[in-house]
Each structure stands twice: as structure tokens, then as C-alpha cells.
């Protein structure tokens, strides 16, 4: 579908505000027959699909009934060089990192190798109805600017940056931090405002980089305000520990970004597990952002991120896949993992505040809501089309369901890709439409065979 004006119709969700109970029906609007009027990649109506259509003459429809049609999710913390050590076996975080990620990130000084992945990365995230994607590339300039070419033709809005990292990482994959500032300097100058990409400059976190660089870091943050910060913090003891060795000055780990001023509210501080009462207090002061990566830290064993203690407190969580420590693309399944971890602490996330929580949840965390996350008039044209039939135990479990929270819950517990009928960047849609060649390529051999 290659139409600038289309109208899709179908069941409509979307949220004005973080629902604060079951009841709290002020916070969504849903339209059992809605219709989204979608003009040069924006939303530009909204209603009952009986209001729309008296004054759409001339204009493509595309009929989603009875799916359900939100917002497209936001992954805010996920590594686009770690797509082919995704389900990588054993160890914990630092073993992890040296064993599987550093030598696989080296193969990205390979530029027509960081581009052919690049292509199926955004097929990825988009089959599994992401729109939006804040990631980590690795330390290679080139890196980065594949993973922005392949955003601006698909026309997606992304935040990315090169990882800053000049110790504790193999050869072929340090810069220093004279390169790294004047790569991240051009990267931004390319990159930064252009189109619908924004960048995230971005130390990996305090182990891989020096006092120096980190002063280089926060230079850059200094110089370029506008630009969001992403790192690492406290995601396992012993990257705490190692931290505090390395910069024994440091009153905790949040104090060595903080005392390169690194922290706003424009930081994303991915896992924030095991935080002190000093660090949580400052984040509530500064507005830095807590990224929960739920499959990511079951996997490595990292610990129960604590978002209760991050509410009380006043402070914004984002959450995320953390491709490849996390172990699945699909933001549904990262809900359903989230919703695990909070059990275990006996906190509760409602099916509502979850699927706030992938969308204009954590387009708030990014400051975006004015432009993703919601089906607002005057929105980009970010949607998804829910199927929540999809599989048989997934239509029969939907036998028994008689409210919108309970097939909001089925859709977090039991779908995945499979559960994404569409997907519609700026209004074009994705799952439909172009695909990278090697899939394409490897489809044709399956065919054949």
C-alpha cells in the first residue's frame, strides 16, 4: 500500500494518560467501529468510522475489522549489532559481553556487512509491530550510519548512536576518546534532526570507557543538549563492583555519570536494578529515565527491576526488548516477562497500563508523545493492527473473553509477530510491503526446495 491518503477502519485504542486502574476509563478512548484518516505520514482524523466516511471522497480504505488498532510500540533500549547472537547460551553479563557481543560487534567494521543487517533488523522490529527503535550500534562510525540510512528509507523515526568505549574490549572494537568524540560530532551533524531520526550519544557504560572519554561524553552531552543520552546502569553486582574499582572516587554508580554531568531527562539508563537511595533520589531530581528490560535481565540472571520503588519516587520507566540479551523482538512478550518480574514482588501491572507502557508510556519517557505513541490527530502515522485470534490457543482462550482489558492481557501473555496484522510506518504499510533481499532471497530458496 503505497497511498499519501488512506482511512483504516477497525476497532480504535489509544491513551490520553497512564491508566491508573481497571476503571479508570478516562485515561484510553476506544471506538468499536473508529476509523483513522492518515494524510503524508500523519494521523489527520480520528472518530466512528460512520462520521469519517461522509467526508472521505476519493480515499483508499483499508477494512482491519474486528483487529484492533494502536499505536506502534517503542522499544527503548535494544542493540542492533547483537541481532545474531540473540539466543546466545550461559553466563552472566560480563561474560556474556566478552564471550558472544564483543567479537560478534567487531564483524561491523564491515560496512556491507552493518548494512545487510541493518535491512533486517528494521524487518524485524517492524514484523513484530515496533515502529520506533532507540539502539546501540557499535563503536564504528559506519555502524551508526547504517542503521540511520536504513531508518530514513523506510521513513521510520529512530534514535541511535555509536558506542563510546576505549578499554575493557577487544582490538577492533575501541575507539579513543579524541575518534570518538569527532565521530559522534559528525554523526550528529548528519544525522541529529534529519528526517525523523535523533541521536543518542552514547557511552556503552563506565567499565569501557575511561575518565577521559567520559569527560568527552560529557562534553558532547554539553555541547548538544538537544541529543538524548544512552547507557548502562547496575544491571549486575558484579559490573557494579568492577565500576567502583575502576572509578573508586565514584559514591555509587550513578555518581560517575552524574559527575560528568550526563544526566537530564533526555538519559536512558538501561536495566537500573540494584540501585541505592542516593541514586534513586538523584534520578528523581535530575528526570533521568530507568529502562526495564524484563527478558534481558531473566536471561543473564541479572536481577527484578523495581518499578513500584520507581513510581513512588516520581520517576519515569521506559521498557524494552534489550535485543540480544533479551530474547525476543516482540514488545507484547517483553509485557508478558515485565508482568513475571513484577509478580515476584508482588507488584501488579494491569493489561491497560501495559500497553500504555510500550507507547505513549514510553513516548513520554522519550519526550516524544507530541509525535508517536498515540492516535492523536496530528500524530505520525505509527500504527498497528492487533490480531488477537491469532493462534488456536489464542482464539480459544478469546471464546471466554468478554472486556477489552481481558483480550488486552491474551495479547500480552500468547501473541507475538504472529499476533501483528500490520504494520503502518508514516502511513505505509510494512508487513505488506518491502523486504529486505536476503530474506527475500532466502524465501525463494525455501520455495524451490
Known sequence: MH????????????????????????????????????????????????????????????????????AGFIDTHIHFPQVQVIASWGAQLLDWLNTYTFPEETRFADEGHAASMACRFFDLLTNHGTTTSVAYCSVHKGSANAYFEEAEQRNMRVIGGKVLMDRNAPDGLRDTPKSGYDDTKELIAKWHGKGRASYAITPRFAITSTPEQMEMAGALAAEHSDCFVQTHLSENKNEIAYTLELYPWARDYLDVYQNYGLLSDKMLLGHSIHLEPREIAVMAETGSRPVFCPTSNLFLGSGLFNEEKMRENGIVSAIATDIGAGTSYSMLQTLNEGYKILQLQDQKLHPLRAFHWMTRGNAVALGLEDKIGSLDVGTEADIVVLNSRATDAMALRMERASTLSEELFILQMLGDDRSIEEVYVAGQAQKSGRRCADTRQQEKVLELA
Open 3 to 70: 497511498s499519501d491518503r488512506l482511512m483504516l477502519r477497525g476497532r480504535l485504542l489509544t491513551f490520553n494518560s497512564e491508566p491508573q486502574s481497571a476503571e479508570d476509563t478516562s485515561s484510553y478512548d476506544y471506538t468499536e467501529d473508529g476509523a483513522l484518516l492518515v494524510e503524508n505520514g500523519h494521523i489527520v482524523a480520528r472518530g466512528e468510522f460512520s462520521d469519517l466516511i461522509a467526508d472521505a471522497t476519493g480515499v483508499e480504505i483499508v477494512d482491519h475489522r474486528p483487529h484492533l488498532i494502536m
